[in-house]
């Protein structure tokens, strides 16, 4: 699991292309192509591989963390397949959607019973994004989590001109 977290002025997205999988979150009806707009959010982009709900609870604990230090209004979760150079033959297939859908509904799940404000972006969809970040250090942070590996969190405040020079992190 890879977990992008950007502090931002402003998110929003646009679903634009129907979810072909049937395991794919449902809109309610005449949302899509309709903007969704959030402010003084935490964008927290999760990048997902089979078998990877079993890290939800160590990723909630983190983004938990970055949340209360963020200290911003709504924290705003979009899921997404990724796919790890630690593929083996054993995890050969793509994610599953519903896999993905639950863990990142037990992800917000758990911020929520820990007092964060959550809106969880349908899985599945595909979306156009823009965002306003902050470009104060330690307003981003990448996070990789694995079975049986402790959590390796970066952040930009301890890469200097990080922003500038890479760009957002929450584009996969």
């Not at 981003?140 to 200097?160: C, F, K, M, R």
Request: aromatic letters at 8%.
């Amino acid at each position: 699991m890879r977990i992008y977290c950007s502090r931002c002025h402003t998110v929003e997205y646009t679903a634009t292309i129907t979810a072909t999988d049937p395991g794919a979150a449902e809109f309610e009806p005449g949302s899509l192509s309709s903007t969704t707009v959030f402010s003084d959010c935490l964008l927290v982009r999760v990048g997902m591989e089979r078998g990877d709900i079993v890290l939800a609870d160590t990723a909630a604990e983190i983004v938990y963390r970055i949340a209360l230090e963020a200290d911003a209004a709504i924290t705003v979760i979009d899921g997404f397949a990724h796919c790890s150079a630690a593929w083996t033959a054993v995890r050969e297939y793509p994610p599953s959607p519903a896999i993905e859908t639950d863990a990142l509904s037990h992800l917000a799940k758990r911020l929520r019973e820990d007092g964060i404000h959550v809106h969880l972006v349908p899985f599945g969809w595909s979306k156009s994004w823009d965002a306003d970040p902050l470009d104060d250090p330690g307003s981003q942070h990448v996070i990789d989590l694995a079975i049986g590996n402790e959590a390796v969190v970066w952040s930009a405040a301890d890469i200097g001109g990080w922003n500038s020079h890479c760009g957002l992190l929450f584009r996969p």
